[in-house]
């Protein structure tokens, strides 16, 4: 689960996404573009941490089914709820890092916007429970913020203290690539050398991909 997730759920989590700027939409509706751009009718997929399935929908359009996993129940409740039951779409709370899927159970496992840094886990766990549950030939993708995104970024936030969805942002401590709250709250960005030495010991080299100058995507085929 998401740090960011733990303070936003259900409806303030919607919220969020309700009152971002044209540039952030543009940016969100890249990464489900570039992920559409990967499926096939037959692509089973699972997403890590999908709060209440806003991008599921739209993912499920394009494959035969699609699992989210998340570990709030209200932020899962609330999913199910708008989606009320779509076919091909699942909902289970569970932990991303400790997941209980079989080996080989999905095509494509997702964790799309910055939850590779978002995630309060061990990130060299969460990599390789994504690999286990993803089939042989499958991808599984990690997505975080581009640097050119920054301005843009930090608008967003700014927007969501102002609703008092998250703490006042701390103007004297926040720097690029780091956004901190004076209540504590801290959000990071995880960038291409860290992530590549983060899977170097599973012996990977990721697919690099930068899209609509907003996202940078990790790509590790199985």
């Known amino acids: 689960m998401h740090g960011y997730y733990n303070i936003l759920s259900a409806e303030r989590l919607k919220k969020c996404y309700d009152i971002a700027t044209p540039r952030t939409k543009m940016y969100l509706k890249a990464e489900i573009e570039f992920v559409i751009g990967k499926l096939k009718p037959s692509t089973q997929i699972l997403e890590l941490g999908c709060g209440y ?4 929908e739209q993912l499920a359009a394009g494959a035969v089914t699609i699992a989210g ?5 209200v932020s899962l409740k609330f999913g ?5 039951d779509k076919p091909g779409i699942s909902f289970s709370c569970m932990d991303a890092v400790c997941l209980g899927f079989r080996n080989n159970s999905f095509d494509i496992v997702l964790c799309l916007q910055n939850g590779i840094s978002a995630f309060h886990s ?3 766990q969460l990599v390789k429970e994504a690999i286990r549950v993803t089939r042989k030939g499958g991808k599984i993708l990690f997505a975080t913020y581009s640097d050119k995104f920054w301005g843009a970024r930090l608008e967003w ?5 102002a609703e008092g ?3 006042e942002i701390d103007e004297t401590k926040t720097v690029r ?3 901190i709250c004076k209540d504590g709250f801290k959000a990071t960005t995880i960038n291409q050398e860290e992530f590549k030495s983060l899977v170097s010991s599973l012996n990977i ?12 995507f990790f790509e590790i085929e199985k």
């Open 205 to 216: 080299i990721p697919k690099i991909t930068e899209v609509d100058e907003s996202s940078i």
């Open 177 to 179: 690539g780091t956004i």
């Open 53 to 56: 399935g806003r991008i599921l």
């Open 157 to 161: 936030f700014r927007m969501q203290a």
């Open 122 to 124: 061990n990130k060299l």
């Open 80 to 84: 199910k709820n708008i989606l009320n």
């Open 69 to 73: 996993i998340d570990t709030s129940l």
């Open 165 to 167: 969805l998250i703490g």
